[in-house]
């Protein structure tokens, strides 16, 4: 099966690593790239936005690929472009299932839910709900019991349950760096941007670790870490692969 994730205007280590996970069972996973020029916090001109903006070629461009699933990874502050994309990519082709997961979808998966464009939400880590999610469409019978999963069924929202966190961090492959190298060389031209660890120990107000606290309390430990074998081989390897500084 194949995936097509559109990413807004950095390069996306969620999406890498659930990228690389998914290749290890046999699906596909491509990426379509929103630069977003003139619309990010970093430099923001709706004048200057509203020329630049390529929703409709992006649109055009995801059902060219004829994905069976397309996935946005959503923070907070490129929500309304996602569902300004997702809606565009409705218009072209209702018949593409979307799905929407990332910090945002997880802290309010209720709202997310609710909005026309997206037929299902990952209310969790997404690696095994995707497999699994995948594998089911080659089944006759459609799934909607998927844990981490929200579905739309015939006007109500089935919500399933959280699944447990993914303990050992080892078992997973090293995320698809190759995936955005191809579409822009520059995001990895002198840095190398990976993770060691998930979760946090802490619940602050302002972070979104207080709602996954609450979240996964009693599905695993808060904070998980790779082995430093394990982020030095993927150093290592990055190193050899790509023109990098630090």
Known sequence: M???????AVENL???FISSFLKKYGHQVEVVFDPSLFATEAIASKRLAKIFDITKEIAWQVN?????LVGFSVFTLNYQRSIELAKEIKNVNKSIPIIFGGVHPISVPEVVIGQDCVDMVCAGEGEYALRELLDSFTQSVKRTDIQNIWFKNNGTVIKNSIRPLIEDLDTLPFPDKKLFYEIYPGFIRNDYYTASSRGCPFACT?????VF??????????VR??????????????KQNYPLRQ
């Open 14 to 16: 969620a999406i890498e």
């Open 213 to 222: 606290q609450k979240v996964y309390r009693g599905l695993g430990k808060p």
């Open 2 to 8: 194949k995936i097509v994730f559109v990413a807004i």
């Open 64 to 68: 060219q690929m004829k994905p069976d």
């Open 206 to 210: 302002y972070c979104a670790n207080n």
């Open 225 to 238: 870490r790779r082995s430093p074998r394990n982020m030095i081989d993927e150093l290592f390897l990055a």
